[in-house]
């Protein structure tokens, strides 16, 4: 008889589904196939020009039909793809969900395309004023609602039935665990009985490549691009910019067992710990790192020892591996070497606003299947970060416990524990 | 709906409008407000402008600075807002947005 209250009287959250896009493929099956099969969906960029970019290569999704109408239309279909899933798995409602939403989603932008129209719209030969009579007579809310923020979420909201005000966020590259960690607490207040989370980002835009190139973050190993993301690697030369998307449905333990869905994983804590050293510099004393990762495991009630496996934030930046290491070797001390600890960035890229909610998808999946999938491109280790970072190939682990890492560029550090039963 | 949801008062009641003047969602608000002939609307936006994310907290913090002082606004456009004189000891405050969204709080004496 499982315990439906955790350490702290809380009521146990559990997962009842799971959805997940990325570019290794759509669902869970595709994408568990290509992570164990330690693939890469690292490929050259072709949805705009790179001539003159110092990087040409990204983990994009192509393959969706919204993959070439902007980030706003892309982001959407990733979110609702991976909630489709999620949902369908959880046996609920597709159309009257019956709970609060979370998107973790990234900052919108009027696209390109749109921009474009706009510039070519009139006859004025006066560029600026030419942009305002343009914008004035079209007057497009198709147009203007892609450039706002919370306009994703309302969408989903309406399509899937979701209650209350829908709550869209950004806390940079923790947003996905965040979302997670917003459900997580809404039902722990006793808010729902349910609560669907998700993760999306379809914003690999040319300016986001470019400012992020700009902050030297990201890999210009452009000429075999699946070899491109190599965390904890010592010649690592930055992160693969990235989307995807991932939905969990969240429910109490005692609720999900009553209806009699399937219990794929329970989140047992959440802990954030914000970072305030540096714009995009993490504290040379990895303190919020440690503060964050400490207080999801005080919040889960586990002991350090408690932790079976770790999924890395694993950026493949030579900052973050570096920090991560430092981070973890503090809170686990010798044991550190001996814990697996793999980066699914090394073969999906950073996901950004999704990367939290992807790496949890993935690490309930690991528990649930007993297999860890890899770290890809580990050939050249890092003698000064020593880890066992299951270097290139997949491996059979009878795993009860997850710490996943999401460590953000702005200082937003976000870390959850997953457990693959309850106690 | 949301004034449904909220469990309003029957008697007089005070109300601090987040209002941004948008043509259709003013005139929603202000029919939804007006079909409850107990509700006195006091919509501050001519004086303050659209404050965008802030604009519900100070809506919120005028509504319970009208119950903390025991005193209510009065009609900050007298051609549209009717009087109230009692000492408010809940007052809601409104918020609808320009264009999509919207949510009601109700403050009362602790």
Request: aromatic fraction near 6%; hydrophobic fraction near 45%.
């Amino acid at each position: 008889m499982a315990r439906f209250e955790d350490h702290l009287g809380r009521p146990v959250v559990a997962v009842t589904g799971i959805g997940v896009v990325t570019s290794l493929g759509k669902g869970k099956a595709e994408n568990w196939a290509a992570l164990t099969a330690g693939k890469s969906g690292i490929h050259p960029i072709t949805r705009f020009p790179v001539d003159h970019l110092s990087t040409r290569i990204a983990g994009m999704v192509d393959f969706l039909p919204s993959s070439s109408k902007g980030a706003s239309a892309l982001t959407y279909e990733l979110a609702e793809t991976a909630a489709i899933e999620a949902i369908e798995e959880s046996g609920l409602s597709r159309d009257d969900f019956g709970g609060p939403l979370f998107l973790a989603s990234p900052p919108v932008e009027l696209d390109w395309h749109d921009r474009l129209a706009l510039y070519k719209g009139g006859a004025n030969p006066d560029t600026s004023q030419r942009l305002l009579e343009v914008a004035r007579a079209q007057n497009s809310l198709e147009m203007f609602d892609t450039s706002q923020f919370g306009f994703i979420a309302d969408r989903l909201a309406d399509r899937f039935g979701t209650t209350g005000l829908p709550i869209t966020l950004s806390t940079a590259c923790a947003s996905g665990a965040t979302a997670i960690q917003l459900g997580v607490e809404a039902i722990r207040r006793g808010e729902c009985d349910r609560a669907l989370a998700i993760g999306a980002d379809g914003s690999a835009t040319a300016e986001a490549l470019i400012r992020f190139n700009l902050l030297s973050a990201l890999s210009t190993s452009n000429e075999v691009p699946e070899k491109a993301s190599k965390p904890f690697s010592k010649d690592r030369d930055g992160f693969v910019l990235a989307e995807g998307s991932a939905a969990l449905v969240l429910e109490p333990l005692e609720t999900a067992l009553a209806r009699g869905a399937t219990i794929l994983g329970i989140l047992r804590g959440c802990g954030e710990k914000a970072d305030d050293f540096h714009r995009t510099r993490s504290k040379p004393d990895g303190s919020p790192a440690i503060a964050a990762v400490k207080a999801a495991l005080a919040d889960a009630g586990l002991s350090e020892d408690e932790i079976d496996y770790i999924n890395a934030h694993g950026t493949s930046t030579p900052e973050n591996d570096k920090m991560e290491h430092l981070s973890l070797s503090t809170v686990f001390g010798e044991r550190i070497a001996r814990i697996p600890i793999s980066s699914n960035k090394s073969m999906i890229g950073h996901t950004l606003s999704a990367a939290g909610a992807i790496e949890a998808a993935f690490s309930l999946m690991t528990m649930r299947e007993g297999v860890i999938p890899p770290t890809i491109n580990y050939d050249n280790p890092d003698p000064a970060i020593p880890l066992d970072v299951v270097p290139n190939v997949k491996r059979e682990a009878n795993l009860r416990t997850v710490l996943s890492n999401s460590f953000g560029f702005g200082g937003q550090n976000t870390c959850l524990v997953m457990a693959r039963e309850p106690v | 709906m949301l004034l449904d949801a909220a469990g309003l008062p029957q008697n007089d009641l005070l109300a601090v409008s987040g209002a941004s003047g948008a043509h259709a969602a003013t005139a929603a608000e202000r029919a939804a407000l007006d079909a409850r002939p107990n509700i006195a609307p006091r919509a501050f936006a001519t004086l303050t402008g659209h404050l965008k994310e802030a604009q519900f907290p100070f809506t919120v913090a005028l509504a319970a600075l009208a119950v903390a002082n025991k005193a209510p606004y009065p009609a900050f456009d007298a051609g549209n807002e009717k009087p109230f004189e009692e000492i408010p000891d809940q007052v809601l405050a409104t918020t609808v947005g320009y264009h999509r969204f919207e949510g009601v709080a109700l403050v009362r004496a602790a």
